[in-house]
């Protein structure tokens, strides 16, 4: 079931998933100045879902200038994989992945994110119930009869544009290892579930994000996934769109995502690389207009990181960001901008 991915042009590129930092409004901004080929929710717990926590839901906001659009789940509980898949095809997303890569010591102490790859089987199990569930849904089944929530049900509905049920493809993002790159075991028993793409960031769950990607590992796993259906997406600290047309010849991969370079700069896909003050401050103004628009309950604090990496790296930038880093709403951001001397 390959879906959108079977459109995209190769090599592609995406906005890699962020927890805390692709949400909607920032979404919005790298789909309209940016324009990669795909782009990734934040990932949400399959686990909240099923225990009702509705606020989490806020990652699965989104515009339809954002497709083709993927929403990232995570969790160790295969039902619970069923039962959020069934939630985001009613939310008619483009695609679902499952994070088997995050490190963070809240999600892969429970089994969760990079911990999967530890427990191959269960990892199985769990792109299983997500596609079975995916085909389900295409042939009736419905949250009521999966027993997701009512409160998250209300929510659903309440976004639901009632168009025909879609079977929609699932991917997997994860890493080349636990303590150690273990390619040839871990990247054969996913592909034994077919998953539509992986998504490989060079990295260990042990290394967390130091030291550099291991792009030749990513390679590795490209050789083996290249004699299959399944797509292969190289990650991990790519700078820029040259570089990441650079790496997937190189590394042989069919598309490359970008995560960190994306910070404060949604025209990271683009030809243009360097972006003066005065842009930069345009941008950080309607970003900040964004969040108040696409998330009004959520506080500004959320915002105020973005509006430091805007200025990065200008003179005066320190002052001016102590000064942003109190703001909170636009009006504030917008004053403080127009103080700067461009
Ligand atoms: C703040 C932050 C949050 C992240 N959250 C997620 C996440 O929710 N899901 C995921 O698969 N990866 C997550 N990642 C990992 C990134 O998607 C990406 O794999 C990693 O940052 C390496 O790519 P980069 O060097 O281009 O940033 C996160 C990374 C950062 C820095």
């Not at 805390?20 to 879902?49: C, H, Q, W």
């Not at 789940?73 to 985001?88: C, K, R, S, V, W």
């Not at 650079?246 to 404060?264: C, E, M, S, T």
Request: net charge positive.
């Amino acid at each position: 079931m390959p879906g959108f991915w079977k459109e995209l042009k190769k090599p592609f590129l995406g906005l890699s998933p962020m927890d805390g930092v692709t949400d909607a409004p920032f979404r919005s901004m790298v789909a309209n100045y940016g324009k990669p080929d795909l782009i990734f929710t934040e990932f949400v717990s399959v686990e909240g879902i099923a225990h009702g926590n509705v606020k989490g839901l806020n990652a699965f906001i989104y515009n339809r200038i954002e497709r083709p659009i993927v929403a990232q789940i995570f969790g160790n509980t295969p039902n619970n994989f069923y039962q959020a898949a069934i939630l985001l095809c009613h939310l008619e997303f483009d695609g679902i992945d499952i994070n088997m890569g995050c490190p963070a010591k809240n999600v892969s102490s429970k089994g969760s994110g990079a911990a999967l790859i530890q427990t191959p089987e269960l990892a199985q199990q769990i792109i299983l119930h997500a596609k079975k569930a995916t085909e389900d849904y295409a042939n009736g089944q419905t949250m009521q009869k999966a027993g997701l929530p009512a409160e998250i049900i209300d929510w659903a509905n309440k976004r639901k544009k009632n168009t025909k049920p879609k079977h929609i493809p699932v991917s997997v993002k994860t890493r080349i290892g636990f303590n150690k790159p273990v390619i040839e075991d871990w990247i054969p028993a996913l592909l034994e579930t077919k998953p539509v793409a992986i998504s490989l960031h060079g990295r260990t769950l042990k290394q967390m994000y130091t030291g550099s990607a291991n792009w030749d590992e990513i390679k590795k796993a490209a050789q083996i996934i290249k004699k299959t259906k399944t797509l292969v997406l190289g990650n991990g600290d790519v700078q820029n769109k040259t570089q990441a047309l650079q790496y997937a010849k190189k590394y042989n991969v069919d598309g490359v995502l970008i995560g960190r370079a994306a910070f404060g700069n949604p025209f990271v896909f683009t030809d243009n690389q360097s972006l003066d003050l005065k842009t930069r401050s345009n941008l950080a103004l309607k970003h900040a207009r964004l969040f108040e628009k696409l998330l009004p309950e959520n506080h500004f604090v959320q915002m105020r990181k973005h509006l430091a990496w805007y200025i990065k790296g200008f003179e005066k930038a320190s002052e001016t960001r102590q000064k942003l880093m109190q703001t909170n709403n636009a009006d504030d951001v917008e004053k403080i901008l127009s103080e700067i001397a461009i």
